[in-house]
């Protein structure tokens, strides 16, 4: 089976099997933003009128891993905006 590549500003969070205490993440994942690799970490939240909502964490990836930023012909960085 061919490696998943992230595209560039996705992500996707999981939901943990392995969370060791009330404070773990509800939900964990990875995403690819300006070209670095951060991991997301996601809790399960109700406000005060009963409304559910994801609090989230990013911080880089493990690894520190960054993914090559394409560039345009005049070799400057493209930028998204």
């Not at 061919?2 to 773990?24: C, I, R, Y």
């Not at 891993?65 to 070799?75: K, T, V, Y």
Request: aromatic share 8%; with cysteine; charged share 25%.
């Amino acid at each position: 089976m061919a490696a998943f590549t992230m595209k560039p500003e996705t992500g996707a969070l999981f939901v943990s099997k392995n969370k060791k205490n009330d404070n773990s993440p509800d939900y964990s994942g990875n995403c690819l933003v300006n070209g670095v690799t951060l991991h997301i970490a996601g809790w399960k939240c109700t406000t005060r009128n009963g409304d559910v909502y994801l609090k989230l964490s990013f911080r880089p990836a493990e690894d520190g891993a960054q993914a090559p930023r394409e560039r345009s012909e005049d070799n400057r960085p493209d930028e998204a905006f």
